[in-house]
């Protein structure tokens, strides 16, 4: 029983950095590699969910690893997610972590290049439309690629223009 909990600072300091390396790591690859892959979580999301899942793996199936420190590893990733969660709040930290929403369509007019960006194809995108129940070009307001990875689709039910509001953060170009 006394193995469990018998471990030296360095090693805690050592796993504590490990950590935050993986954490970031996953972060920083997530927002390069892009979104596309994991539709409705945020690389903040995602990063979380990898880094608590290795190491809950490797701590229960690695005899080299002890209970402490998979909790001190644990731990460290939780108060990086609050560290982080807190530091969204300013808008540079908010830019670094989290992707911003892609116009992919302004009207009819089709955003090739934000396309490209995104990662969706044409083929997608009309897929996209029939499940919005778009039956014409001309009921597209706004197809907006979002941070989850999801494509959501703004009718024109007037002439009416989009809120502000709403398109606050899009990506146009």
Known sequence: MKELFNTSWETVMLISISACGIYL?????????????FSKMSSFDFAM????????????????VK???GIVGLAMVYLLQISIAFARR???????????????MDGEKIIE??????????????????EANVTELSQIKAVIFET???????HKKDDAPLDLWIMKDVKRE
Not at 25 to 37: D, E, H, N, Q, Y
Not at 90 to 104: A, E, G, W, Y
Request: proline share 1%; charged share 20%; aromatic share 2%.
């Open 148 to 154: 989850t990875g999801d494509i959501s689709v703004l």
């Open 49 to 64: 969910t990898v880094a608590v899942g290795s190491i809950i793996a490797t701590t229960i199936l690695s005899s080299s």
């Open 25 to 37: 790591a996953v972060i920083v690859f997530t927002r390069i590699i892009g979104k596309r892959s």
């Open 113 to 130: 290049s934000n396309l490209r960006k995104a990662r969706v194809t044409e083929s997608d995108l009309r897929s996209k439309l029939r």
């Open 90 to 104: 300013n808008k540079t930290i908010q830019n670094l972590v989290d992707n911003s929403p892609l116009l992919l």
């Open 67 to 69: 209970m402490i420190e």
